[in-house]
């Protein structure tokens, strides 16, 4: 890995997998690979103090990084497998994708604003991690690289995009956070059938909304 991860930056991050178990993540993969994710690399120098604290900082372009806590609590309801295909809408900072990189799973990301899928896709690889970027409109998904075994969406979405249920493999699980612009319901989508979806609910968050429609070139 490239850029500058010393000593002090993994005791940091130890010191962030324990505020997490006491919040009560007790998944011990996704807390492993938070463990490993230089998140210091992830934000602007003047963030650096603030890059192992429990909490969400703006990167740009009227983005995020998601506060460890979401990522691991959306990454836990995903209940990833080793090299399972997962598609996640809304690199970001790409934060969240290298995490599932680190789980394992070959991952699908994309991204809708310019300026942050120009900026990750030379990043993430630069610092050990290869996910595959796409630019274009989360909200339908990949369908020429569908199905899905999992899907993450990292925005608040005010619907289920249909295009990302039917792009979900049989079995496969989508985790989406769904209502209006100030507060969400964490979903957890699980497809039984060509037909038919099993919701689960899983408490409130508060997400930047999931746009849909033209992209910001």
Do not use: C, W
């Not at 703006?58 to 990454?75: D, L």
């Amino acid at each position: 890995m490239t850029g500058n991860d010393d000593m002090r930056h993994q005791g940091m991050r130890k010191k962030l997998v324990d505020a997490l178990k006491i919040k009560g993540i007790k998944d011990e993969k996704v807390l492993a690979a938070i463990g490993k994710v230089p998140r210091h690399l992830f934000m602007d120098s003047s963030f650096l103090n603030f890059a192992y604290k429990d909490q969400a900082f703006p990167i740009g372009a009227g983005q995020t990084i998601s506060q460890p806590y979401t990522v691991a609590f959306q990454t836990h309801l995903l209940q990833v497998q080793e090299n399972e295909k997962v598609l996640e809408v809304g690199t970001g900072s790409g934060y969240q994708a290298a995490v599932l990189v680190e789980l394992g799973a070959r991952v699908f990301t994309i991204e809708r604003q310019k300026e942050l899928f120009q900026k990750v896709q030379y990043f993430l690889p630069e610092i050990g991690y290869q996910p595959a970027f796409f630019f274009g409109d989360g909200y339908e998904g990949l369908p020429n690289f569908a199905p899905f075994d999992k899907i993450l969406v990292t925005a608040g979405a005010s619907d289920v995009p249909p295009a990302l249920k039917e792009q979900l493999k049989i079995g496969g699980r989508m985790v989406i956070p769904v209502g209006n612009e100030t507060r969400q319901e964490m979903m957890v989508i699980v497809r039984i059938s060509d037909e038919e979806f099993k919701t689960e609910k899983h408490g409130g968050f508060v997400f930047v909304p999931l746009l849909k429609g033209k992209v910001n070139h």
